[in-house]
């Protein structure tokens, strides 16, 4: 296995990302074991928050035979400890929140190739470049608005334009949010770290901050602010609970491939030193599966990645008629950069 440089280590402590997790999970040094030192047990990383995934991966537990035991974190933290781990790590399975972790990892080397098979089941946009990850379930950048506030043709239908002066005030960001930073980092991707830089700075001076996209979400729903970047299936997921009638916020899916419209996925990469390599692929297949790919469907608003799987939420745009940006998901890994960037801006 390849191991990080120290160069590389030392950036992701001082990006605040290893220190934390390290503190809350330990290393360890068996591999592929339970917690109390048995080597029986699928370990999963998992940067989904247990709430959303716990469910689904209950049954998978039953679907391979086999006893998962599960360690729930930050995605870029958990990334940062399988590379200090190294070959020491017990992790056998990522479960990422973002194609982001997934790169990095895959860029130091430390996943395995999966099967072709597995990686077909998936369109090329959706898993990594290099056959050792692949995406589980989708998720797209929006902008909330307040129809009260703002009428729905003069949404800005560019994600540089709420940087103009009349959205002073009017916009509603949460920078510590993982998925507003990975859209960042496709913006640096795209558009390059001088323009990326200028646009964070005029959104500093326009937007009002909030801790995470349900919060933002509230916002515009209030009135608060005009506008709110969001991800998609917040507003699904409330529209499920209320009702749409009862939800005064609404969703503008940006068009012409713009930054703002990043389809962002999770997915899963299999650990090279695995000793539960073949379970940790039977673990991939299962969560690509239609009863898998429902459950994300379904329960979390998300589009479902696996071919021949649609989504059965009301009223969402099918995934193959979004107009996101064409970017390789992997090259969302320089996370580190974007968070230095964001905070030379004063956002984190």
């Known amino acids: 296995m390849r191991r990080p440089s120290a160069r590389r280590i030392t950036a992701l402590v001082a990006a605040g990302l290893l220190l ?61 400890q399988i590379l200090e781990e190294g070959d020491r790590t017990k992790a056998d399975l990522f479960f990422s929140q973002d194609a982001g972790a997934l ?29 050792d990850w692949v995406g589980l379930s989708g998720r797209v950048r929006v902008i909330a608005y307040n129809p009260d506030e703002v009428a729905e043709e003069k949404v800005p239908d560019r994600v540089a334009d709420v940087v103009k002066p009349e959205w ?29 830089r ?10 009002k ?22 991800n998609h299936y917040y507003w699904y997921e ?15 899916f940006l068009p012409g491939g713009d930054p703002g419209a990043l389809v962002n996925v999770a997915g899963v990469g299999v650990l090279k030193d695995s000793g539960q390599s073949e379970t940790a692929r039977k673990a991939v297949d299962y969560l690509l599966s239609k009863k898998a790919q429902t459950y994300f469907a379904d329960e979390t608003k998300e589009y479902p990645l696996a071919a021949g799987v649609t989504s059965s939420v009301e009223d969402l745009p099918p995934l ?29």
């Open 20 to 80: 934390p997790v390290l503190a809350a999970c330990g290393s360890g040094d068996g591999k592929g074991g339970s917690a109390d030192g048995g080597d029986s047990a699928l370990v999963i990383y998992s940067g989904r928050n247990e709430k959303l995934v716990k469910p689904i991966l209950d049954e998978l537990e039953k679907a391979v035979g086999t006893e998962v035991e599960v360690r729930y974190g930050d995605s870029a933290e958990l990334a940062a």
């Open 103 to 131: 790169g990095a990892l895959s860029k130091e080397g430390v996943l395995a190739k999966l099967p072709q098979s597995s990686l077909d089941a998936v369109d090329e946009a959706y898993r990594g470049g290099a056959g």
């Open 168 to 196: 002073k005030g009017k916009v509603g960001f949460a920078p510590t949010n993982a998925s507003f930073q990975a859209f960042v980092t496709g913006m640096r991707v795209l558009e390059g770290d001088d323009a990326t």
């Open 198 to 207: 200028a646009w964070l700075e005029g959104l500093k001076a326009n937007g």
């Open 209 to 230: 901050v909030y801790t995470n996209n349900l919060a933002t979400l509230d916002a515009v729903e209030s009135g608060e602010v005009s506008l709110g970047l969001v």
């Open 238 to 252: 409330r529209v499920a609970e209320k009702g749409e009638d009862n939800v005064d916020a609404r969703l503008s």
């Open 320 to 348: 193959d008629s979004l107009e996101s940006p064409d970017i390789d998901l992997g090259k969302l890994e320089s996370l580190q950069e974007t968070l230095a960037m964001l905070q030379d801006a004063g956002l984190v």
